[in-house]
């Protein structure tokens, strides 16, 4: 192995923690790993819903130098973003909508990236080699590199677990042409844990190490275009963005508080309100609320039909009027969950004279469907 002699691995795991980075590791770029073979077994299941990205840029997923033929090493590191709330006890304020703990704070692609092009540039600088940037955003498979270079493991949940962070980093990726000497990989310790498992509301997992996305809150409220499925409208409970719960009680969180203070800071005001405040937002609120948030992406209609998913799920009659306002909403997403969350909360006479007044003005298969379903 040819190893960059102008600059060590220790300078660079220093530099990246003074750039306010939890966790650093270092993997080869070079050597086979089983995680392509993986990806293809979960796309040929169909596992992968809507991504259809992660069939198109498989191939490219399957080792990094498909992504870049002359990467030699590759710099992983991670920041925490441990929540100070505990994530399950949320889930019983019904009124409130729940978003996930990664989203309701500034986006980690640009805070993460940020930093990372920092390190990166004075990575080229100091090694002579060329270098690309990675944040989540392109076809290189993260988490199983986290766990070549030592970061931590892929828990049963399918996320990384780390002894000093738990199941909260945020990753990033330094490819370079420079070489170094990587670290030894990270042995998987969840013994025969299944908490994250057993958790699961829609059990998502066919196996331990195993996720249907289909079947995953995070995915159907997050990445799913269509409505969101009968049988998983009731398990999403209050979460109107995301899931926490197979993170949350993975036992390795007891040691993520040791290493809070370089976290991006969480907005309370994003992580739980009111369902009646965020069912009545129109596009231009919508956009101004969750600026710069990972929450703008998913866009105001996908959102909105999340909420009145919670409104129904609330218990709370108080709250179909937040569910009618919505019945006539340009979105047919809003629009079908604005009906099954009506169904939900009102009485059996008052649904039928509501149906009865709105039904026949509906043109929309999906909603018509709503309205008349037993």
Not at 32 to 47: N, S, T
Not at 173 to 197: M, Y
Not at 200 to 208: E, I, N, V
Request: aromatic fraction near 8%; charged fraction near 25%; charge should be neutral.
């Amino acid at each position: 192995m040819t190893v960059a002699l102008t600059i060590a691995k220790a300078d660079i795991a220093a530099r990246a923690h003074a750039l306010g980075f939890d966790a650093f590791g270092v993997a080869s770029a070079r050597e086979p790993w089983p995680a392509g073979a993986r990806l293809e077994h979960f796309i040929a299941d169909g596992r992968h819903g809507d991504m259809d990205w992660l069939a198109r840029e498989a191939h490219r997923r399957s080792h990094p130098q498909q992504l870049w033929p002359e990467a030699k090493s590759v710099i992983i590191v991670g920041q925490s973003y441990a929540p100070d709330d505990d994530p399950m006890t949320l889930l019983a304020e019904q009124d409130k909508g729940v978003v996930s703990a990664y989203a309701a704070r500034r986006d980690y692609h640009d805070v993460v990236k940020g930093k990372l092009k920092q390190l990166a540039q004075w990575l080229a600088h100091a090694s002579g080699e060329e270098v690309k940037v990675f944040v989540d955003t392109a076809p290189l498979m993260e988490k199983p590199l986290a766990e070549r270079a030592g970061i931590g493991w892929q828990g049963k949940h399918t996320n990384l677990v780390s002894r000093e962070h738990g199941s909260w980093l945020f990753l990033g990726a330094i490819l370079t042409a420079a070489e170094f000497e990587p670290d030894a990989p990270h042995q998987e310790r969840c013994g025969s844990c299944r908490a994250c498992l057993d958790v699961c509301p829609t059990d998502a997992f066919p196996a331990p190490f195993q996720l249907d996305a289909r079947k995953c809150l995070a995915y159907l409220s997050i990445e799913h275009h269509g409505q969101i499925p009968r049988a998983y409208r009731a398990p999403m409970g209050n979460r109107i963005f995301g899931c926490d719960d197979c993170l949350a009680v993975c036992p390795w969180n007891k040691f993520a508080a040791q290493a809070r203070e370089n976290r991006i800071g969480m907005r309370a005001d994003l992580r739980l309100a009111p369902l009646a405040e965020l069912a009545a937002l129109d596009d231009a609120a919508f956009r101004a609320r969750f600026a710069g948030t990972p929450v703008k992406r998913t866009g105001r209609d996908r959102f909105v039909r999340n909420v009145l998913v919670a409104i129904g799920n609330s218990g709370d009659a108080d709250l179909a009027s937040a569910a009618i306002a919505r019945l006539g909403d340009n979105s047919a997403l809003v629009r079908g969950m604005a009906v099954w969350a009506c169904r939900r909360l009102l009485d059996a006479g008052a649904f039928q004279r509501l149906k009865s007044e709105q039904a026949p003005r509906e043109t929309e298969a999906s909603v018509a469907e709503e309205w008349h379903e037993p």
